[in-house]
């Protein structure tokens, strides 16, 4: 069954602390892991695909990466305005469903 | 461009009525997609359409769930009868299916409280 594991449930930092999110799944032939950001009462908002093990893709203070079991969504010296929820999603085959984990929620304090 | 809009934002009603949820997707994308999300169970994929034609329901709790796209522009979910266990946020999103970017955007929900 296809499965996707997010941790920690949630993660609390100081500005400036970096730290990485992780993200395992497992899925019968993987087309693509998803992160997306949430804030409170609005609807998620992409961030990174990543289709094959070894991709990294990065956007200002975030870089995330895959491998064949894993994702980790990297936080470089974050701020308080990067406090949100991370949620992460894989698409089996062409399926076009994506499976969501249940997220991490990181607090970030100045 | 607007991005995914749903209306309305908040929905408040009894049980036993009828709720119907409305999404319209970025212009120029051919799916959209239904989902709701709670504490539970977080984010489930409810339905989702392809060129306006469904494509997927097996995420449609039960028979009292419907949806529809008539056109490229607009689709519904409807609630018929409601219930308090479908007290949620409801989520639409689109994207463009069988091409290279094939992401979802997603809307900025609807929540739903059935009293």
């Known amino acids: 069954e296809d499965q996707v594991t997010q941790s920690p449930e949630a993660l609390r930092l100081q500005e400036g602390e970096s730290s990485s999110l992780n993200c395992s799944y497992t899925?019968?032939?993987?087309?693509?892991l998803f992160w997306y950001r949430q804030d409170p009462g609005k609807g998620p908002e992409f961030l990174f695909t990543?289709?094959?093990a070894g991709e990294e893709k990065e956007k200002e203070r975030l870089k995330a990466t895959l491998t064949k079991k894993e994702s980790f969504l990297h936080i470089t010296a974050p701020k308080p305005e990067d406090s949100a929820t991370y949620l992460c999603a894989v698409e089996r085959g062409a399926t076009n469903k994506l499976i969501f984990g249940t997220g991490t929620l990181l607090a970030v304090q100045p | 461009d607007a991005g995914v809009i749903q209306s309305p934002r908040h929905e408040v009603t009894e049980m036993g009525q009828e709720v119907t949820l409305r999404c319209k997707p970025i212009s120029g994308h051919n799916s959209l997609f239904w989902y709701r999300q709670t504490m539970m169970r977080g984010l489930e994929l409810l339905i989702y359409?392809?060129?306006?034609?469904?494509?997927?329901d097996s995420g449609m709790p039960e028979d009292r769930f419907s949806a529809k796209m008539p056109n490229a522009s607009f689709s519904t979910l409807k609630i018929q009868p409601s219930e308090p266990r479908d007290s949620a946020v409801y989520f639409c999103a689109s994207g463009r299916v069988g091409t290279e970017e094939e992401t979802q955007y997603f809307g900025p929900g609807t929540r739903l409280l059935v009293l």
């Open positions: 359409f392809n060129n306006n034609v469904p494509i997927d």
């Open positions: 990543l289709y094959s």
């Open positions: 899925v019968s032939g993987l087309r693509g």
